[in-house]
């Protein structure tokens, strides 16, 4: 099978498992899944959902945000982990989108990016998820599948990222980041994983997965 071939075939499993992947962040504007995603950071899905209605019931936009105190928004998100810099990250940049932009969440990487403790993975979910623009925001999970898929050798999420965007279609992106989010937790999952089970793995594994396995 040839490497476009392996490509297509992983696409069509995915797009058949989850034709219409959901957003994993509950939020209702540019905004709210700017701090859900800021949040995220080496924290669940499902413990940031348990945690924004909580903030924002007290502040859903910028304006709101920067009339709370920073350790006020820290004591808040506590839970979420990292609350010292993501409570910092919360209320500068919310003073900077009031400053620069009117309160609204700029629509370009470079400009997210420049926000403080937004990255270029929180930037990709953003221009993505709220903006409909291609990207392929990779984290450590779809960084693990597509190493084990043997679709990058990557030795960095960076890595990863420019390989995803060589190997699928650009319209595809926006999806298939989620769709394999998805496949991970439910199909391919870092611990405990059984790669003869998997729809992916028992076609497309590395044989190391399998040794590893069998042990």
Known sequence: MTKKEKVENIIEVLQNL?????IPLRHKDPYTLLIAVLLSAQC????????????FQQADNPYDMVKMSVEEIKEII??????????????????????????????S?????ALPAVGHKTASVVMSQAFGV?????DTHIHRLMYRWGLTTGKNVQQTEKDAKRLFPEELWNDLHLQIIYFGREYCPARNHKPEKCPICS???RKSLFKESSK
């Open 18 to 22: 989850y034709p219409e992947p959901p």
């Open 44 to 55: 669940t899905d499902e413990r940031v959902n348990q945690i924004t209605p909580l903030l």
């Open 78 to 107: 506590k839970p979420c982990g990292l609350s010292p810099m993501k409570s910092k990250g919360i209320h500068g940049l919310s003073e900077i989108l009031i400053e620069k932009y009117n309160g609204e969440v700029p629509q």
């Open 109 to 113: 990487f470079e400009a997210l990016e």
């Open 134 to 138: 291609p990207a392929f925001p990779v």
């Open 203 to 205: 076609i497309h594994g």
